[in-house]
């Protein structure tokens, strides 16, 4: 059973910052990407970033310019500035395989206003 191991979330208050780091396995072989989604509270979930094998990036139109995602071997980053109320959310880290996806547990971000 592959785990992702994610830490960082917490309360903040809004124009703060926050990182979130998620570590999956070395194991785990060929990763495709690796990335955050989040849920805010009674919406779905939504991709907030993405980083590929290749270092390439994709960003939620909400997050740009604030967010930076980067990566170091099978760990993953997520550097959030000038949080916003609208940010909070669980944070799911996410690994993408060509032949499945995997999960993290989720970690709470609350930010306030």
């Known amino acids: 059973q592959v785990q992702l191991v994610e830490s960082g979330g917490g309360l903040v208050q809004a124009g703060g910052s926050l990182r979130l780091s998620c570590a999956a396995p070395?194991?785990?072989?060929?990763?495709?990407?690796m990335g955050w989604f989040r849920r805010p509270p009674g919406k779905e979930r939504e991709l907030v970033a993405r980083?590929?094998?290749?270092?390439s990036t994709d960003y939620a139109d909400s997050v740009k310019g604030r967010f930076t995602i980067s990566r170091d071997k099978s760990t993953i980053y997520l550097q959030m500035n000038s949080l916003k109320p609208e940010d909070t959310a669980v944070y799911y880290c996410?690994?993408?395989?060509?032949?499945?996806?995997?999960w993290g547990q989720g970690t709470q971000v609350t930010v306030s206003s």
């Open positions: 996410n690994l993408h395989r060509i032949d499945r996806d995997y």
């Open positions: 070395r194991s785990i072989g060929i990763i495709n990407s």
């Open positions: 980083i590929t094998s290749s270092e």
